[in-house]
Structures are given as C-alpha cells and as structure tokens.
C-alpha cells in the first residue's frame, strides 16, 4: 500500500476534496511550505485527483485542509521518515515554518489525523475510523488513539 493523503480546499464557502496515493504523502512536509500562492495554484491542476473520498486514519498517511475563507491550515503526516526520538522536534520545526511561509494564515497540527480534518468541515471522525481492531496509525510508537479532539493553540 503506498502513501494515501487527502487535501481539501475551503474557498467562498465551497469545498472540495483531493484524495492522492503514490507516495504522496511523504512530501507534505515540503510540499505546502511554499505558502499559499504557490500552494493553490499547483491544487488548482489536481482535477485528476478531485474526489470526495475520505482514506480513513490507518491508510491516510498525511493531510492539508487550506481554508481560505477563515486563513486557517490544519495538516497532519505520519512523520514515518523521521526517527521517533526526533519526531516531537521534527513537527514543531515543521509547523513554525509553516507559520512563517503562511504568515497571516493560523496553522495547525490535526492531532488526531484525518479524523480532525473531517470534524472541521463538520462531519463525524467515525466515518474515517478504520475497521480494523489494531492502531498504528498516527501513534507507531505505541501510543494510545485519542478519544476527542486535542486542541493546540496558534503562535
């Protein structure tokens, strides 16, 4: 199974959704940090990938929700290519670029995956809540899967 992701797009109140497997997912670190000119622009040739379709939270490995309407980018990866002892630094190196790169935009991490991102447009986290009995998903290193939302506050 390669790397699943999900982007979405809130614009004048509409949004739509880009779901994108190849191995997608191990570059959201890079690939959103150009801001968001360049980031629109290069989801605006996705037409391919436009699709409702939600990965749920075992095959989603990374996400962007870019609400345009409120400034507000809410990401999350799995950080599978950064050792754990580094991820803690990794992440928060990571959103404090971003927050530099999207100056005037708040950033967020989704704590809890996909699943924050469908809470954000208003949906149900059970709808992307795999089946399965097992969690690896955000938390390899053994981590319990939380039971709501985990807020964070923007810098």
């Keep these: 199974m390669g790397s699943r992701v999900n982007y979405v797009l809130v614009r004048d109140g509409r949004c739509e959704r880009y779901a994108q497997g190849g191995g997608a997912g191990y570059g ?83 704590y809890d995956g996909i699943a924050d991102l469908a809470v954000y447009l208003g949906d149900d986290r059970d709808q992307v809540r795999s089946e399965s009995t097992w969690w690896h998903g955000l938390y390899p290193d053994g981590g319990e899967r939380p039971d709501g939302a985990v807020e964070s506050s923007s810098a």
């Design 28 to 110: 959201l670190d890079y690939h959103f940090a150009v801001g968001p000119d360049i980031t629109l622009r290069w989801l605006a040739q996705l037409d391919d990938y436009r699709d409702n379709f939600w990965f749920d939270d075992l095959a989603c490995k990374g996400a962007v929700l870019i609400d345009v309407d409120a400034r507000h980018l809410l990401l999350f990866t799995e950080l599978g290519q950064v050792s754990l002892d580094w991820r803690y630094a990794y992440r928060a190196g990571l959103v404090d670029a971003y927050r530099r790169t999207w100056s005037g935009w708040t950033v967020t991490w989704a």
